[in-house]
């Protein structure tokens, strides 16, 4: 009885050491690692996670910071959770973007945290339904020049089907038709453009001898004038001297008038028509001595200063 006894104590001390050591095992492990590190979630939606597995580093400007402990499909199939754990020492502030990277050779993925600068404040608290905090999902490099390449090829596909249309049979028979149009159209335009030199040279021509005949009129005018000069000059010293002949007539006919009138009563009335018709020619004469003043525009006509208002 007494080393049945013994046994059972001995059993009992074994088996409250098996549960404390299993006890210290678990604490050390969540309680020591939950101090050591710190847990965000980071949920993907436009990059590709190919590559990435559990244990997965996260870096941080090529630091080995943490690793990846966890990721799933949530509701929507295009977004991935994934939850992480980063060293205590590392700052992740809330600017803070992940970033999918993969290496060329083995195509293993991980996780770059890349702070903007300046950076914002450290990032403690996560949302009122996330247990962690939650890491924005970034742009990778990568990711974006695939996606400019994907642009460009789909818009070269494009292309090549419009020029496809454009190079169809009936097209191709009117793009030639144009071509010959406008074929036809500038060879025209050359014949055109020797005509044009022609009449150019023509119109030069023309203004050459109208210039010319200008000069010779101008030449005639001026020689007409020398020419007439003379002439005018005699011709206004004898309009003087039938003026001065004119005034002594009608000093002659005033004086024969008077002289009539009073010697001769009976025949007053054919000597008084008489000498109304004397003084009729002698007003003509002094018209036409008034339109001799100026000899030049008695023979050459009125100048364009003494011309009336309707002239």
């Given at each position: ?36 590190f ?23 400007r ?12 949530t ?58 905090p ?71 021509g ?28 005699q ?17 002659q ?11 001769v ?47």
């Open positions: 009885m007494e080393a049945e006894a013994k046994y059972t104590y001995v059993g009992l001390a074994v088996l409250a050491l098996l549960a404390a050591l299993v006890t210290g095992i678990v604490w050390l492990k969540h309680t020591g690692s939950r101090s050591d710190n847990f965000y979630t980071i949920y993907f939606e436009r990059q590709n996670l190919d590559g990435l597995q559990i244990g997965a580093d996260v870096s941080m090529g630091i080995k910071v943490g690793r990846v402990e966890d990721y799933a499909l509701k929507n199939a295009n977004r991935v959770r994934v939850l992480i754990r980063i060293d205590r020492r590392a700052p992740v502030s809330d600017n803070t973007v992940a970033i999918v990277n993969r290496r060329f050779v083995t195509g293993i993925a991980k996780i770059d945290l890349e702070t903007p600068d300046p950076p914002g404040p450290l990032l403690t608290d996560g949302a009122a339904d996330e247990p962690y939650v890491i924005a999902e970034g742009t990778s490099n990568l990711d974006e020049i695939a996606n400019r390449l994907n642009k460009v090829g789909e818009t070269a596909a494009e292309t090549l089907e419009r020029l496809n249309d454009l190079l169809k049979p009936e097209n191709r028979a009117a793009i030639d038709k144009a071509l010959a149009n406008l074929r036809d159209l500038t060879g025209g335009l050359n014949q055109r453009m020797g005509e044009l030199d022609r009449t150019l040279k023509a119109v030069q023309a203004a050459a001898g109208m210039d010319r005949a200008g000069n010779s009129v101008a030449n005639l005018a001026d020689g007409a004038g020398q020419d007439l000069r003379p002439a005018l000059q011709a206004e010293r004898t309009m003087k001297d039938l003026s001065a002949a004119t005034g002594a007539l009608e000093k006919a005033a004086h024969l008038s008077q002289s009539i009138g009073s010697t009563t009976s025949s007053g009335d054919q000597l008084s028509a008489a000498a109304v018709e004397l003084r009729a020619t002698g007003a003509t004469l002094n018209r036409l001595l008034d339109r001799l003043q100026d000899p030049r525009a008695a023979l050459l006509g009125p100048s364009t200063a003494q011309r009336g208002p309707g002239e």
